[in-house]
C-alpha cells in the first residue's frame, strides 16, 4: 500500500513538471467573437449587477474598447480580488478589468496595459471617527487599534510602509464585510477613496475619514494606478488591446464612464500622465 | 431593493446549486460503490489504488482541492470549466467518504454468510451482488443521507471558483446592497429547503430497499 502511495505520488510530481498551453492570439478571439474577462466584486471599479451584466470602471472601459477593435462581446466572470491574477495565469479568462494597482510585484506575474484609472487613498470608520483617525499612520502610533483590509488588495502594504503591524490587520474577503467589520472588530477600514465613498453611502453607522491624508511611502504620497491585467505570453492580444485603451483615453466617451463612476478630472489627467513602464520600475 | 427583488438572482443561484449538489451526489455515489468495493477485493493494487484515492481525498480539504483542480492544474495544461471542476471535486470526496461508508457495511453482514455461499458453491461475485450487497445497502441508507446533505452544503465552497452559485448571488447582492442581513437569512432558508427535498429523496430511496422482494418487511424493523 506504501508503494502504491509513493507511485502516486511520483505520477504527481511528473505531472506538475510538465509544460503549460500556447499563447492566445488577436486573430483567435476575432474568430471566436468573443472574450473571456474577469473582474472582481468591488464598487465602482468592477463588480456583477444583479441582473448578471458586468459593470463599473474596468468593464465599461474594456467592453468599448473591444468594441473599437471589433470584438462585440466580452463574456464575464466575477472572482475575489486575489483570485484575479492566479485565474489570469491558470487561463480562466483572456483579461482582467478589476483596475489593479499597477505595481512592479503585480508586473512581475502579468502585463499590464498603459493606466485606465488612478486613485487615491481612504478610511473607513465609525459615525462621528471616535479613535480620531485621518491618515493611515494614525492606526500605527495607537497599537491596540485594528484596521480591516481586503485579501490581495495593495492597501496593505501602504499600512505597512507606515509601520501598522501585522497584528493590528484584519484580512477581510470583500469589501461587502467592511460596514459589519467596522462596526464591530474593527476600528477602520483601508481601502482606495472611491471604495470608501460608495460604502459610507450606504451604511447608516459608518462615514468616511474626510480630510483624509494619502499615506506618504518613500517621500510622497501614493497614488494607484490602475490598469487592465493579461498575461505575458498573449503578447499579440495585448499590444491590440493597449494601442486601442491609448486611442479611447483621448475621447469624451471614456471621460464619461470615468466621470459617472464619481473619479475626479484631476484624476483623469494624472491617470493619462503616467506610463506602464515607469509603474512597473516602481517610479 | 426589497427582499422580494433578491429572489430572482438568489433561485438563479439556487438551479446551479441543485445541479451541481444532484450532479455531484450520483456520480460521488458511483464511485463510493467502486472505490468501496475495490478497498475490501483481494487484489492488492485494487485495494492500494482505493486507498490512496480515499486517503488523499479524505485527508485534504476541499477548498484546497477546488483550489488545485482549478487554479493549479491548468498551469500544466491540464484544464475543465468551472462547473466540471465543481462536480468532479464534489464527487471525489463524496465518494471517498461513501466508500468508506460502503466497506464498512459490506463487512457488517455476518461472515457465517460468507461461508454458506461458499458451500454452496456460489462465484465471488455472486456473493457479493445477491447476499451481501442486498443486506449492506440498506444499512448504508443513513449514512449516505448524512453525506448527500454534507455535499450540499459543500457545494457553497465552489463560488469562490466564479460559478454563480447560492451563496455566490448572495455575495454578489451584498457587495451592491450591503444588506448582509436579509440576503443571508435568504440564503439560509433556501439551503435548508433544498436540503429537506434530499432528505426527502433518500428516505424514499431508503423505503423503496427495504420492501425489495429479498426483504420481508420485518427484517430491519
Not at chain 1, 123 to 142: H, R, S
Not at chain 1, 222 to 251: C, H, Q, S
Not at chain 2, 69 to 98: E, H, K, N, R, V
Request: charged residues 15%.
Amino acid at each position: 500500500m506504501h508503494k502504491t502511495l509513493c507511485y502516486g505520488i511520483a505520477a504527481l510530481a511528473l505531472a506538475v513538471g510538465m509544460g503549460g498551453a500556447s499563447a492566445l492570439t488577436l486573430d483567435e478571439v476575432k474568430s471566436a467573437g468573443y472574450v473571456q474577462g474577469a473582474t472582481a466584486n468591488e464598487v465602482p471599479y468592477g463588480y456583477m449587477k444583479e441582473d448578471g451584466t458586468a459593470a463599473g470602471i474596468g468593464p465599461d472601459v474594456a467592453i468599448a474598447v473591444f468594441k473599437r477593435m471589433g470584438i462585440n462581446e466580452v463574456n464575464w466572470t466575477v472572482t475575489p480580488f486575489g483570485t484575479l491574477i492566479p485565474g489570469l495565469k491558470a487561463r480562466r479568462f483572456a483579461f482582467a478589468a478589476a483596475e489593479q494597482n499597477i505595481s512592479p510585484e503585480r508586473c512581475k506575474q502579468v502585463t499590464f496595459t498603459e493606466p485606465n484609472s488612478s486613485y487615491g487613498e481612504g478610511l473607513l470608520v465609525k459615525k462621528g471617527n471616535p479613535k480620531k483617525l485621518t491618515t493611515y499612520a494614525d492606526i500605527a502610533k495607537d497599537p491596540s487599534l485594528k484596521v480591516a483590509v481586503v485579501s490581495g488588495a495593495n492597501n496593505i502594504d501602504f499600512l505597512r510602509a507606515v509601520g501598522v503591524k501585522d497584528n493590528q490587520i484584519i484580512i477581510i474577503q470583500a469589501n461587502a464585510d467592511a460596514l459589519s467589520t467596522v462596526q464591530t472588530r474593527a476600528d477602520a477600514y483601508a481601502a482606495t477613496e472611491l471604495t470608501v465613498s460608495k460604502l459610507a453611502e450606504g451604511g447608516k453607522d459608518v462615514e468616511q475619514v474626510k480630510p483624509f491624508t494619502d499615506p506618504v511611502v518613500n517621500g510622497k504620497p501614493v497614488r494607484n494606478y490602475g490598469g487592465f491585467a493579461f498575461r505575458p505570453e498573449d503578447k499579440d492580444l495585448y499590444d491590440a488591446f493597449n494601442k486601442a485603451l491609448v486611442e479611447f483615453r483621448k475621447t469624451d466617451d471614456y471621460k464619461k464612464i470615468l466621470t459617472s463612476y464619481g473619479l475626479s478630472e484631476e484624476s483623469i489627467k494624472a491617470a493619462a500622465a503616467k506610463n506602464v513602464a515607469d509603474l512597473c520600475a516602481g517610479k | 431593493m426589497t427582499w422580494i427583488q433578491y429572489l430572482a438572482p438568489l433561485l438563479k443561484g439556487a438551479q446551479i446549486t441543485i445541479v451541481i449538489s444532484l450532479a455531484s451526489i450520483a456520480l460521488g455515489g458511483i464511485i463510493a460503490f467502486v472505490a468501496g468495493i475495490a478497498r475490501i477485493s483481494s487484489n492488492p493494487i485494487l485495494s492500494g489504488i482505493a486507498f490512496t484515492y480515499i486517503a488523499l481525498f479524505r485527508g485534504t480539504p476541499l477548498l484546497v482541492q477546488l483550489f488545485w483542480f482549478y487554479y493549479a492544474l491548468p498551469l500544466i495544461g491540464i484544464s475543465f470549466d468551472p462547473i466540471t471542476t465543481g462536480i468532479m471535486t464534489l464527487s471525489l470526496l463524496t465518494g471517498a467518504f461513501g466508500a468508506e461508508v460502503v466497506r464498512g457495511a459490506l463487512l457488517a453482514v455476518p461472515p457465517a454468510q460468507h461461508e454458506a455461499a461458499r458451500a454452496l458453491n456460489f462465484s465471488k461475485s455472486y456473493t457479493l451482488w445477491h447476499i451481501s450487497m442486498p443486506q449492506a445497502i440498506i444499512e448504508m441508507m443513513p449514512a449516505f443521507g448524512n453525506l448527500a446533505i454534507q455535499n450540499l452544503k459543500d457545494t457553497a465552497l465552489v463560488s469562490l471558483i466564479s460559478i454563480a452559485d447560492l451563496t455566490f448571488q448572495a455575495q454578489s447582492l451584498r457587495n451592491i446592497t450591503l444588506d448582509s442581513a436579509t440576503v443571508y437569512t435568504l440564503t439560509l432558508l433556501g439551503y435548508f429547503i433544498i436540503a429537506l427535498f434530499l432528505m426527502f429523496i433518500m428516505r424514499f430511496i431508503e423505503m423503496k430497499l427495504r420492501r425489495g422482494a429479498a426483504f420481508p418487511r420485518d427484517a430491519h424493523s
